[in-house]
């Protein structure tokens, strides 16, 4: 089949053909329809996570996806051959990817059946961005009718927190750089949308002692944490510390985006709902899949990239 990979450890990613994955117990094998890129796919591709996950070559790239059940492993319910499904790729070690054609992924914790309302594009952008924006969500806690700043509010992971901070009674505070992203910002329920470039001046001018939680998803984490007053709460899935001279006065936590069974039923249900939208900005082909992922390193988009890989 042909996948993104990472052929050996230090090699670039390439297009290659490797081997179709056979799914172990309690496992499905799926045929790929779309995968979105994300910034774990990014650090994969760099070495980064060499540190952290077992990495066995080729290693295929790619974290969450859509497409249709094609196998069955050893044990599996709740799921047969033929479901549309959405999926994170969320195993000890990293090997099979969601930019191939077929991918492998565990059923209890990263598949559950795809919203009917989304396409594709769409569905494959949830999975794994949706279960980071639930993750932050619970570790805010209760924030209804509390003051809250989202930085980086732009993204996958921004779009859909946005959405569910907003719904949760949180006063939201989100932050992009274009007059587009801030009007898309406002209609999916932001009170108040800033532009990042002057982001200390326009936060102070709606909330003076500062907000009472902060969600650092791009740039300086300890700017960020600056706005927020005494003993509130930062959060961020991508600064692994938090130093300097806030330090003592808020409470920071740093997290990692894990999928549940649960999780994933929610963010479906969720959508079916319409209580919650997935904004994809732009879709690019397998054989793009590098130009993916230095457009999405390059932060100049609204919403999820996307690779189609098949019909």
């Known amino acids: 089949m042909k996948a993104y990979v990472v052929p050996s450890a230090g090699e670039a990613p390439a297009i290659l053909d490797v081997d179709i994955p056979e799914p172990?117990?309690?496992e499905v094998r799926v045929r790929v329809s779309a995968a979105s890129v994300n910034g774990f796919d990014l650090a994969v591709a760099a070495g980064y996570m060499?540190?952290?996950?077992?990495?066995?070559?080729?290693?295929?790239l790619g974290r969450e996806f859509a497409g249709v059940v094609d196998a069955l492993g050893e044990g599996v319910e709740g799921v047969v051959i033929?479901?549309?499904v959405i999926g994170v790729v969320s195993k000890p070690h990293l090997q099979e990817g969601a930019f191939a054609e077929y991918t492998t992924a565990i059923v209890e914790s990263g598949v559950a059946l795809a919203p009917d309302s989304l396409s594709d594009a769409a569905?494959?952008?949830?999975a794994h961005t949706g279960s980071t924006a639930l993750v932050i969500l619970?570790?805010?806690?209760?924030?209804?009718?509390?003051?809250?700043?989202?930085?980086?509010?732009?993204?996958g992971v921004g779009t859909?927190?946005?959405?569910?901070?907003?719904a949760a009674g949180a006063t939201v505070i989100a932050t992009g750089r274009t007059d587009e992203g801030r009007a898309l910002l406002r209609e999916l329920g932001a009170a108040h949308a800033v532009?990042?470039?002057d982001l200390e001046e326009e936060v102070r001018a709606i909330a003076p002692e500062g907000v009472d939680a902060a969600v650092h998803l791009i740039g300086d984490v300890g700017q960020v944490g600056s706005l927020v007053r005494d003993g509130g709460r930062l959060v961020s899935p991508v600064a692994y510390a938090f130093e300097g001279p806030d330090a003592e006065r808020i409470r920071f936590a740093t997290i990692a985006g894990y999928s549940t069974g649960d999780g994933l039923r929610k963010l479906a249900d969720l959508v079916d709902q319409g209580a919650l939208r997935v904004i994809v900005d732009?879709?690019?082909?397998?054989?793009d899949t590098e130009a993916a992922f230095a457009e999405y390193a390059a932060d100049h988009k609204i919403g999820n990239i996307v690779v189609i890989v098949g019909g």
Request: charged share 25%.
């Open 24 to 26: 172990e117990p309690g």
């Open 50 to 60: 060499a540190g952290y996950f077992e990495h066995r070559y080729p290693l295929v």
């Open 82 to 84: 033929g479901d549309r």
């Open 123 to 126: 569905a494959a952008s949830l």
């Open 138 to 155: 619970d570790t805010l806690g209760d924030i209804a009718g509390k003051t809250l700043l989202i930085v980086g509010a732009t993204g």
């Open 160 to 166: 859909l927190l946005v959405q569910l901070t907003a």
């Open 195 to 197: 532009d990042y470039a």
């Open 282 to 287: 732009r879709e690019k082909s397998l054989d």
